[in-house]
Every structure is written in C-alpha cells, then in structure tokens.
C-alpha cells in the first residue's frame, strides 16, 4: 500500500475517531428526546471504526502468488 492510500485512511480514522468523540459529548449535554439523531451519529462512527479495524488487507506475500501459478511449481 502507498503513502497516499495511507495517509487518507489516517484521515478517514482520525475524523470518525473526532465524530463519534463529539456525538459522545452532545449526547451526554442534550436531553434524552432530542439527542436521537446525535446518538445514531455516534453508533454509526463507532461502527465504521470497528469496520476498519477488521478488515483484513492481503499482504504482499499473499498477492503475489495465485493458486495457478503454485499448482505449475
């Protein structure tokens, strides 16, 4: 992966990371009736951040190699 790919999923971390951290807050400073929209905000945030950090990228090792090309070996 490059830095460029990187870089932008720093980014792409780093603001659900401040998104989710504000939600948190308006919940908690809001009345319970009007902080609905805030707390599915704040779920949603959470949820790509746990998304992200699953998500299994291949290495180089493993895209190098295809199984046709280990069966001809």
Same mark, same amino acid.
């Given at each position: 992966m490059?830095?460029?790919a990187l870089l932008c999923r720093t980014i792409r971390r780093?603001? /659900?990371i401040l998104v989710a951290t504000l939600a948190a807050v308006g919940v908690?400073?809001?009345s319970p009736g009007e902080a609905s929209y805030l707390l599915i905000l704040a779920i949603i /945030?959470?949820?790509y951040l746990v998304a992200e950090f699953i998500r299994?990228?291949?290495t180089?090792?493993?895209t190098d190699r295809s199984?046709?090309?280990e069966d001809e070996r």
């Open positions: 490059d830095d460029t780093c603001t /659900a908690s400073l809001q /945030a959470v949820v299994v990228t291949p180089a090792e493993n199984p046709s090309t």
